[in-house]
Structure formats: structure tokens, C-alpha cells
């Protein structure tokens, strides 16, 4: 078995063990891009690399979370918080049924390039700006 085939075996027997004990199977996009169509149907993939894979998610009927980083990281500082705003998690998706697919979004922020002095200013601005969007379709 090689490093790919591991991992694979991996996300799909945890997959296969957490939904025997009923609970929810959340995967970052990575395994849908690499093996989409092994996983379970009750999957909710986390779209977070970036455009496009969402459409695909909800075209392959499964459910998606989108938090592309492109627009909703919180820690990317040169987004301002307008791009924030103006994210559509819908793009490109247009059916209802695919609509209803997308169950959320998530403002996300990896913590190396914020401190204590900083954290409420990048924090509170863009991830108002992302809860804004919520009422604009």
C-alpha cells in the first residue's frame, strides 16, 4: 500500500466507524478532489482551498461547508472586509436541490499570524462582514 492508497484507506474506514456510532462525517475538501466518489453520501465535505469545489460537492449530492480562503480567512489582512461581504457560497450553484446542499459557511483563522494585541481587530470586522452576507439571497 502506498502513502496515497493510506490514506485513503484511512478517511474511509474512520468515515466508515464514525457514522456506525451515529455521528456526523465532516472531511476537508482534500478528500473529495482526491477520492470524491468513494466517500459516504452522508459526507459533508469543508470546502476551504479555494473556488469551484463546492459546485462539484453539491453536483455529486453531497453536503458542503464553504470557508474558501480566499475570501473568508480572517487572517488574511489584505481581504478587506467588502470581499468578505460580497462572498456568495452559492456561486455557480443554481438548482434549489444543490442550493439546499450547502448547509453553511465558516469564517476561518489559523493562529500563527495574530497575538493577543491584535486578535479582536481581525477577528470582529471580517467575520461581521461574513454574517452580513448571510441575509443577501
Request: aromatic residues 10%; negative net charge.
Amino acid at each position: 500500500m502506498n502513502e496515497s492508497q493510506g490514506y485513503k484507506y484511512f478517511v474511509l474506514r474512520a468515515q466508515k466507524i464514525a457514522l456506525s456510532h451515529g455521528y456526523e462525517v465532516i472531511n476537508w475538501e482534500e478528500t473529495f478532489n482526491n477520492f470524491g466518489s468513494q466517500l459516504s453520501p452522508k459526507t459533508v465535505v469543508h470546502n476551504w482551498l479555494g473556488g469551484g469545489v463546492a459546485q462539484k460537492v453539491v453536483a455529486a449530492g453531497l453536503r458542503c461547508i464553504v470557508s474558501n480562503q480566499d475570501k473568508w480567512y480572517l487572517d488574511h489582512l489584505d481581504v478587506p472586509w467588502q470581499k468578505f461581504y460580497m462572498n456568495e457560497p452559492l456561486t455557480n450553484i443554481s438548482t434549489p436541490e444543490q442550493q439546499k446542499l450547502v448547509i453553511g459557511g465558516e469564517v476561518c483563522m489559523w493562529g500563527e499570524s495574530i497575538d493577543a494585541s491584535d486578535i479582536e481587530q481581525t477577528i470582529w470586522p471580517r467575520a461581521a462582514a461574513a454574517a452580513g452576507n448571510t441575509g443577501k439571497n
